[in-house]
Structure formats: structure tokens, C-alpha cells
């Protein structure tokens, strides 16, 4: 089962730090992280900018396909700073 880890302030903001998830495609994982909080996802459900998708220590943009493994591990990081 793919499991879902998050970082910095999305810890706190959905009060979790890991998701163990069924569902095998990535924005359908993402969907229901996110919710209707918009703290991933824009209003047009893409991800936003300041926001870190990997899965298995690679961005998901490298991916041909956005079809999750059993053992994959994804990691969701906001790199928002001050500055």
C-alpha cells in the first residue's frame, strides 16, 4: 500500500504526519489529502506552487505515468520560506 508522509506545516495543518492510501493514481490521493482546504491543490486541482511532490526520492514530474506501486512512499514538502 502506497504511504503518503508529509512535512513542515502540513503536519500541524492536517494533523497527521503519514497516510497509509488504496489509491493507485497520485491526484486522486492528492484530492483526498487536500480536501476542500486548498493547502496542496489549487482551485483548479492542480498542485501549487511551493509545493514538493516526490515519490520514492524523485519528483513526480520525472514519472511517465502518475500510477502509484505498492511500496511507494510519497512525500509532500512545502518549501515556502521567508526570506
Known sequence: MPKVILKGPLVSQLNCREI?????????????????KHLILNHNNQIKSGILILINGKDWRLYND????EN????????????
Not at 511507494?72 to 526570506?83: S, V, W
Open 66 to 69: 502518475q500510477f502509484l506501486n
Open 20 to 36: 497509509d492510501v488504496s489509491d493507485k493514481e497520485l491526484f486522486n490521493v492528492l484530492l483526498k489529502i487536500d480536501g476542500e
Open 72 to 83: 511507494d512512499i510519497i512525500e509532500i514538502i512545502p518549501i515556502n520560506h521567508g526570506g
